[in-house]
C-alpha cells in the first residue's frame, strides 16, 4: 500500500487533533511532577558607597541550564506520549488488517478476491472524502463514530489515572499507549484505511503513517502550543486541510475508474493515491 496519502492525511489531520487534544495535551503536561526551583548560587558583587566598598550577597539562579533541563524532560515526555500513542494505533491497526487478510482468503477460496479488492478500494478512497468532508465542517458525520470507542475509554480510563504523576519515561510512554485508544472519528477513519490494506502488516504500517503524520504539530503543541492552536482553530485552515484530503479521495476515485485518458498522467495519480489492497 501506498503510505505517502496517508502520512499526508495524518498531517493535513493534525488541524482536528490541535483542537481536540489540546486539552488532553494541557493534562499531560499537567500530570508532570512539579519542578524543583534552580538552586541558588551566591555571588560576592561590589556596590560603590561613598568613601567606602560595600560587599552585597546577590544569590543568581542559573536559568540557562535549568530551562535546558526543563526543555529536556519536556520532550522526553512528550515523545513518550506520542511514541506510546503511535504504538496504540500500530495495534489496532495490525487488529484490523489481520481481519481484513482473513476476510480476502475466504473472498479467494469463493472466487470473490478481484471485486473483493475493488470494493475495499473504493470505500477507502470514500472514507478520505468523508474524512475531509470532516475536516473541513461540512459534514459532522465521522464524529458519531466515536461513540464506537466510548466502552472501551471508560475501562481504559481509571488505568490513565495510575499513572500520574508522569515522573518517569516509562510512565509517559504507558500513558500515551493508553491516550491512542481515545475515542477519535479521523483515527477510526484512518483504521478503515487499515481494515482495507489487506494484512496485519500493511494494517501496522498504515496506522504508524498516519501517526508520523500527526507527529509534528502534536510534537510542537505538546512542547509550547498555545499560538499554534490558536492557528489551528481558524476556519481556513481546518477547511484548507479538509480540502486537500477531500482531493486524496477524489484521485483515488478516478483512478478506480480507470479514467487516465481525461490528459492526466496515470503515475501522477498514482503517487497521491492509496494503491489498491492485495491479500497478504
Not at 10 to 34: D, E, F, Q, W
Not at 78 to 92: K, P
Request: aromatic letters at 6%.
Amino acid at each position: 500500500m501506498n503510505l505517502l496519502p496517508i502520512f499526508l492525511v495524518g498531517l493535513m489531520g493534525s488541524v482536528h487533533c490541535i483542537g481536540m487534544c489540546g486539552g488532553i495535551i494541557g493534562a499531560l503536561s499537567s500530570a508532570a511532577p512539579p519542578r524543583a526551583p534552580a538552586a541558588p548560587v551566591q555571588a560576592l558583587a561590589m556596590a560603590a558607597a561613598p568613601g567606602r566598598a560595600v560587599h552585597r550577597i546577590i544569590p543568581l539562579h542559573l536559568a540557562g541550564s535549568a530551562q535546558v533541563q526543563a526543555f529536556g524532560q519536556d520532550l522526553v515526555r512528550v515523545l513518550g506520549y506520542n511514541l506510546g500513542r503511535l504504538s496504540s494505533y500500530a495495534l489496532a491497526g495490525a487488529l484490523a488488517g489481520g481481519i481484513a487478510a482473513g476476510l480476502l482468503r475466504g473472498a479467494d477460496v469463493l472466487g470473490w478476491l478481484a471485486p473483493a479488492q475493488t470494493v475495499a478500494y473504493v470505500i477507502t478512497n470514500l472514507v478520505l472524502i468523508l474524512l475531509g468532508l470532516y475536516l473541513t465542517q461540512w459534514w459532522s458525520g465521522v464524529s458519531r463514530m466515536e461513540q464506537l470507542g466510548s466502552g472501551l475509554w471508560t475501562r481504559l480510563r481509571p488505568h490513565a489515572a495510575r499513572l500520574v504523576p508522569v515522573d518517569t519515561p516509562a510512565k509517559a510512554l504507558l500513558l500515551g499507549s493508553l491516550w491512542g485508544w481515545l475515542p477519535c472519528g479521523m483515527v477510526y477513519s484512518a483504521l478503515l484505511t487499515a481494515l482495507m490494506a489487506g494484512s496485519a502488516v500493511q494494517g501496522a504500517l498504515t496506522m504508524l503513517a498516519f501517526g508520523a503524520g500527526t507527529l509534528p504539530v502534536l510534537l510542537v503543541a505538546g512542547m509550547s502550543g498555545a499560538r499554534l492552536r490558536q492557528l489551528a482553530a481558524r476556519p481556513w485552515v481546518r477547511r484548507s486541510a479538509g480540502v486537500i484530503v477531500l482531493a486524496f479521495g477524489l484521485l483515488g476515485l478516478l483512478r478506480a475508474a480507470e479514467i487516465g485518458g481525461l490528459g492526466i498522467a496515470r503515475g501522477w495519480i498514482d503517487v497521491f493515491c492509496v494503491s489498491p489492497v492485495h491479500g497478504g
